[in-house]
């Protein structure tokens, strides 16, 4: 492989509780049908997807305690990017924030963790918390995101990008060459 094509070579880290979205997310940015039925993810999911020059090992890890504690180590080390994802209620931002505690061993100084308060929608529902809040408790970059509505594709690939950017500057790429 060129060392080119190996430079927009990223790896990317989906890490929540079980049933926050992290599935939904990848079939959003792989433009694949968003049916709603909860089909629990088993050890992880493994999605190539292309932002621009970019080329994306998306991995979605399983939330369930028992494929957290024995692989998510493994699966996590060597991620360029981590996005911790939360279903916006007060009980799972709170154990996001542990994910995240977590997460900072397996992973160099420099890999931004973010994190991305999903199920936007049930807001005005059920008083999930909005994405600003989110963030205090977390204390990493939050976006907000309903992952179950096509149409917010664009607003998930806009948080990468940014993201991405930050990586390729960081391995001395030139802006003309992403
Ligand atoms: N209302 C609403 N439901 C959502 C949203 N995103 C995902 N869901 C639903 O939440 C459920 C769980 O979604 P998944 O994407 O499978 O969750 P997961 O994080 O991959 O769960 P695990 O694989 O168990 O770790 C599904 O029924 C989704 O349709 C959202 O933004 N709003
Ligand atoms: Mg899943």
Redesign the pocket.
Known sequence: MLSTELNKLVKVSFL??????????LKLLAKNT????????HGFDLKTVQIESFTLKVW?L???RNYLKMYSKDHLLGSDIIIV?TDSTPRNVLSSRELINYATHFVGKDCPIIAIA?????KSVDGRMNPKRVGEILRVETYG?????PEERMVLINIIRKELERVAIKRGMREDEF
């Open positions: 929540g509780a079980p049933a926050v979205g992290k599935t939904t997310m968003i049916d709603r039925i909860y089909m629990p993810t979605d399983a939330g369930q994802v999903n199920k936007q929608d049930l995101l309903t992952a179950i509505n």
